[in-house]
């Protein structure tokens, strides 16, 4: 065994115990801290096949801003943890029976899209090739699927409008401030001068002594 395959098992064996963990994880925010760990792994998996474009993709886009979003989501919500797992057993069949769909398509893709056979005509088709992985996935992205990525940066975008829109949800307890009404402020509703007769302090004084007087009296 040489030592892209050794990786290549480490990586595996990591990734499916992250994902094991994702969902068998009773606190919310260690199955975010998991599925972030499950997308390291299937990043060096992607590099081990010399995707590095999809790797890349896989760290900044995943891991460094929509996981990283969802982990602060989970924190802020406050997420009732017991009223979750009231229907886990009621819906199990339902979504082992969904599992196992997923499973087979999986297995009859993979089973007849990477097949032995095509790899020398891919490698053939791709020895011509001088241009690099990363600059044919930004020619096909921005020419022949300029739509489909504009749509999927909407779709992201509205995603972390209704994330953001979520956590700052009206509290009782939530002290904040409205900047419109800081932003309109001015000297005269912050500072009120009043006219006020003036007074004189000398006949305090003495009716104040004067008792002291009689005291020592």
Known sequence: MDIQAGFFYLFSAVLLFSAFRVVTARNPVHAVLFLMLAFSQAAGIWLLLKAEFLAITLVLVYLG???????????????????VR??????????????????LEMAAVL???????QAPEMQAALAGVN?????????????????????????LLVAMIAAIALTLRERKTTKKIDPSIQVRAKAADRLVVVSMQATQAAPAVEEAAAPAEETKR
Not at 65 to 82: G, P, Q, R, S
Not at 86 to 99: E, I, R
């Open 86 to 103: 009231q229907g886990f057993w009621k819906h199990f069949p339902l979504a082992l029976g969904v599992g196992a769909v997923i499973t």
């Open 111 to 117: 089973k007849g899209g990477f097949s032995a056979t």
């Open 65 to 83: 801003a929509v996981m990283v979003l969802f982990l602060f989501v989970v924190m802020m919500l406050d997420i009732n943890i017991d009223s």
């Open 131 to 155: 241009a690099g992985n990363t600059k044919m996935l930004g020619g096909l992205l921005y020419t022949q699927y300029l739509y489909p990525v504009q749509i999927a940066a909407v779709i």
